[in-house]
């Protein structure tokens, strides 16, 4: 069945770094768009990261553009965040999401999360 297991989450002192790893399984994984979500206590999910499935195109929202890095390894089917720079507001389960639209349908999928805190 598919699956997509994050890791990588931890506690870190602002101005640290984290890389975040989401293995996938049960899917062709290379033919899927890849992206990291992230949802704090009491806010909604935000994405984070976007990486195409030919890795030939990122996008990132401004609060994290150029602190977070997305990438992926199709041979490894495994799909990353390099974050550096951390913020206490980074604080947040992360998830890890696949993609792509089928027809007029689409194939979503998401892992269970993994918990980045960022504090002093």
Not at 77 to 86: G, H, I, V, W, Y
Not at 87 to 111: F, M, S
Request: net charge positive.
């Amino acid at each position: 069945q598919v699956q997509l297991v994050e890791s990588g989450g931890a506690l870190v002192q602002p101005g640290g770094s984290l890389r975040l790893s989401c293995a996938a399984s049960g899917f062709t994984f290379s033919i899927y768009d890849m992206s990291w979500y992230r949802q704090a206590p009491g806010k909604e999910r935000e994405l984070v990261a976007r990486i195409t499935s030919g890795a030939v195109s990122t996008s990132y929202p401004d609060s994290v553009k150029g602190r977070f890095t997305i990438s992926r390894d199709n041979a490894k089917k495994t799909a990353f965040l390099q974050m550096n720079s951390l913020k206490p507001e980074d604080t947040a389960v992360y998830y890890c999401n696949a993609r792509r639209t089928v027809g007029l349908g689409l194939n979503n999928y998401w892992g269970q999360g993994t918990q980045v805190t960022v504090s002093s």
